[in-house]
């Protein structure tokens, strides 16, 4: 099959079939999303050698020993954490932070840049039929907007930043949004005015910022230091949580979304003298994500900029890196 193939190097290879082992579902990847942290860790991020990817929508195409569900020609998305199912956190129910885990695209295990993937079938969702496969494809960003939920309690009308205005700043801003949040989006002027503006269109608040690092400098809106019980840092860059941690009111939460391949520097003081919780926040549960998509309440198709053919995968990490765009998806077939 054709697969993006990382080595150091991203390449598009021929490779061999993945062979599905037992328990597991052979996948036709339908589509896949890339996302920040496909950027990453062709930067080095997690170490990961092998095929990445790790959003997608795909169609079951084989399935040994699935007795439980007739998945075979089902459409699907796939939790992209493959656990061990006995160590302490997974009799935690807390599979997500397995010690020996696999995670699809990201550690130690094929991801979805590729015609086929294989996914333990308990790692399954089947998408409803209402939901086309260009929406389906956010169901694991969009999982991991709305595991900040999961963690943290917000009450109606909480003053919520979000920082950066990328793919995932702006599914986190919708979905805090959606939970009741008063949500104001903050990007920078320049490449992501459009991003802010699209943002506007949906209802959200949004400010920008003039210059990295700058708080206090704004473009067309006040903003105040420690003036947001909640920051959510979306910015996929070691800045961010400088930022996040100036606009953070005392006794209120940083929520740290990024995940980049550099080390954050940040001032500890400020942290404690304001009692700030500094919140780190990854995966989240796939079920909610698939409850939110139908509802109108979160805009996803409006934030693809080109979907590209599997085959000309390396043009669109070209395009990725070369405009201001949002998601950008590899088709396969
Ligand atoms: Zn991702
Ligand atoms: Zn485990």
Redesign the pocket.
């Known amino acids: 099959m054709k697969a993006l193939h990382f080595d150091g190097q991203l390449s598009l290879r021929d490779v061999p079939n993945p062979q599905p082992a037992s328990g597991e579902a052979l996948i036709r990847v339908r589509l896949a999303g890339i ?1 920040g ?1 496909d950027r990453q860790i062709l930067k080095g991020y997690s170490g990961f050698r092998g095929i990445p990817g ?2 997608f929508v795909g169609e079951v195409l084989k399935c040994d020993d699935c007795d439980d569900k007739p998945w075979i020609g089902r459409r699907v998305v796939g939790e992209i954490n493959v656990t061990c199912g006995h160590c302490d956190w997974c009799r935690r129910g807390l599979g997500r932070h397995c010690v020996s885990r696999t995670v699809m695209g990201i550690i130690g295990r094929p991801g979805a840049f590729a015609e086929f993937v294989t996914l333990p079938v308990a790692n399954l969702h089947e998408v409803p039929g209402e939901v086309p496969d260009e929406e389906a494809v956010f169901v ?2 969009l999982a991991a907007a709305a595991e900040i939920l999961e963690q943290m309690p917000l009450a109606p009308g909480t003053r919520v930043a979000v920082l950066g205005a990328g793919r995932l700043g702006l599914l986190v801003a919708q979905v805090l949004r959606h939970a009741g949040a008063q949500v104001t989006v903050i990007g920078r002027t320049g490449r992501s005015d459009w991003k802010l503006k699209l943002a506007q269109s949906w209802g959200l608040n949004t400010v920008r910022l003039e210059t990295a690092g700058e708080v206090g400098a704004h473009g067309d809106a006040p903003l105040q230091p420690r003036s947001f019980a909640v920051v959510v840092e979306a910015t996929s860059s070691p800045q961010g949580l400088e930022e996040a941690l100036q606009l953070v009111e005392p006794r209120g939460t940083v929520v740290m979304k990024s995940t980049f391949h550099e080390v954050a520097h940040f001032d500890t003081a400020n942290l404690v003298v304001n009692e700030i919780t500094l919140l780190g926040s990854r995966c989240g549960n796939f079920a909610t994500a698939l409850d939110l998509l139908p509802r109108d309440a979160i805009h996803v198709e409006e934030m693809i900029s080109r979907v590209f053919p599997l085959a000309e995968g390396l043009e669109a990490f070209n395009y990725l890196e070369s405009a201001s765009c949002l998601k950008v998806l590899l088709r396969n077939g």
Do not use: L
Request: hydrophobic residues 0%; charged residues 35%; aromatic residues 0%.
């Open positions: 996302c942290t790790h959003e694991e960003p």
